[in-house]
């Protein structure tokens, strides 16, 4: 019986090839065939990437192959965002496909659920799944999503401001990812529409006062007119010059300021407890004291 293909990708940053290894034999030992077609020997420019020819054409390549249904980025960091237009413009795949990644990975979840009507999944990256980077809870999650047995998750949350308390249920689809990635998208043709959906956002590395402006920058361009929640992940490693953490004082500022239901959501993010998030599939957000969050993966 011929084992079912995954697609590797990696158009951010690279990994070494004993990683790369690593990863292709954790994917055969699940039971499927993985298939990455950069070669080891692929020239790299001085900022530590494959040339954008050779990352497009990768993408490309998976996005358009008729003998798999899941791609999976390699790892984030950068490097995906600046061919990003290109990838609008390419005609739409006419088979749909599974994509998993996160972080630098946003703008394809982007494009690939608005442009394409996928179904993506905020989730590890690759290597950070065969590297033991992830909790075997992850781990679990991630094989069962790779063999078609994830059906839902129920996920439970922490409400931030009264709009969220109130008892109601709003029924839709989540998208989003990195809170900076969402902002480089605005002006672009992969600006992120938050029209009648949940929008969910998670962040590493920024300060407090970048995150504020990134929120209201967020704000100056429409991208919360129609949001009907916001879920917030994990803001890991954002101490101010201070030392302090003021990323929970800017989140609770916005939540009391913002019209619609602020969600706190754990375990969603670059900590290894990140959990699997379908975006572009049907959900519900069951707000009140103790809220959740009920999303399909099929």
Known sequence: M??????????????????????LHMIESWGFTPRYTIAEDSPQSPLGFYSE??????????????????????????????????????PTPKRKKTFIGFSDNTALH???????????VHGPVLFQAATNLVTESIL??????????LVETVIPALALNEAAQTKRSI????????????QTSIGTAWHVNCQHKILFIEEVNETGYRIDRILH????????????????????????????????YVIDTWAQHLPFPVIRLPG???????????????????????????????
């Not at 995954?6 to 690279?14: E, F, K, N, R, T």
């Not at 029924?171 to 969402?182: A, E, I």
């Open 2 to 23: 011929t084992k079912p293909i995954i697609d590797i990708v990696a158009p951010s940053m690279p990994c070494e090839p004993d990683i790369v290894r690593q990863c």
């Open 53 to 90: 020819t050779i990352r497009f054409q990768q993408l490309s390549d998976a996005i358009y192959a008729e003998d798999s249904d899941i791609i999976w980025a390699l790892r984030g960091g950068y490097g995906l965002s600046p061919f990003a237009d290109k990838l609008c413009q390419i």
């Open 110 to 120: 982007v494009i690939a659920t608005q442009q394409w009507n996928w179904q993506t």
């Open 140 to 149: 679990g999650q991630l094989s069962a999503l790779l063999r078609g047995d």
């Open 171 to 182: 029924h839709t689809t989540v998208t989003g990812g990195n809170l900076s990635l969402l």
């Open 217 to 248: 920058h967020l704000r100056q361009s429409g991208i919360f007119e129609g949001c009907q929640a916001l879920l917030v992940g994990d803001i890991d490693k954002s101490s101010d010059r201070t030392g302090e953490d003021l990323a929970p």
């Open 268 to 298: 969603f993010g670059h900590g290894k407890e990140n959990g699997l998030l379908p975006f572009n599939r049907p959900c519900t957000l069951s707000l009140g004291e103790t809220p959740t969050l009920t999303c399909l993966f099929q």
